[in-house]
């Protein structure tokens, strides 16, 4: 019963959300990171992902249909919470070596970060709220 009341309590606290948008800010970072990596491979495509529409996807805000899974077995269709991100990839242009535009990567390094960093504080705060009312401290 205490196991579902916790759950309960963070599932209203919002650190589900908090936790999604933390793994897809980590998805879309090591993208990044493998896309600046790659500036001067010929013929790499960089990879990247709707940050925003896969976060509306993981958290049940979509407005595609989603099949519904009642097995274990069951493969997620459509736009389904637990189906992994969509990497988008980047064509290659004729003449060019690859599709890594590094002042793009960088800025998008820079805006990561400050996503990262802003869900952990908030997170941060959940949890010394849900403390502060466990505690009454």
Request: net charge neutral.
């Given at each position: 019963m205490s196991q579902d009341f916790a759950n309960i309590i963070f599932a209203k606290s919002g650190v589900p959300k908090l936790k999604k948008y933390l793994d897809l800010t980590s998805v879309n970072h090591r993208l990044t990171s493998?896309?600046?990596?790659?500036?001067?491979?010929?013929?790499?495509?960089?990879?990247s992902i709707d940050f925003q529409q896969e976060f509306n996807k993981a958290t049940g805000e979509s407005r595609h249909i989603a099949g519904k899974i009642t097995d274990n077995n069951h493969i997620?269709?459509?736009?389904?919470?637990?189906?992994?991100?969509?990497?988008?990839?980047?064509?290659?242009?004729?003449?060019?070596?690859?599709?890594?535009?590094?002042?793009?990567?960088?800025?998008?390094?820079?805006?990561?970060e400050l996503q990262f960093s802003t869900a952990a504080k908030l997170l941060q705060l959940k949890f010394q709220g849900l403390r502060k009312a466990i505690t009454s401290k």
């Open positions: 493998s896309n600046v990596a790659n500036v001067s491979t010929p013929g790499y495509k960089s990879s997620a269709l459509g736009q389904h919470p637990d189906r992994a991100p969509k990497i988008d990839r980047a064509r290659v242009q004729a003449g060019e070596m690859n599709s890594v535009d590094i002042d793009t990567e960088m800025s998008n390094l820079a805006k990561t």
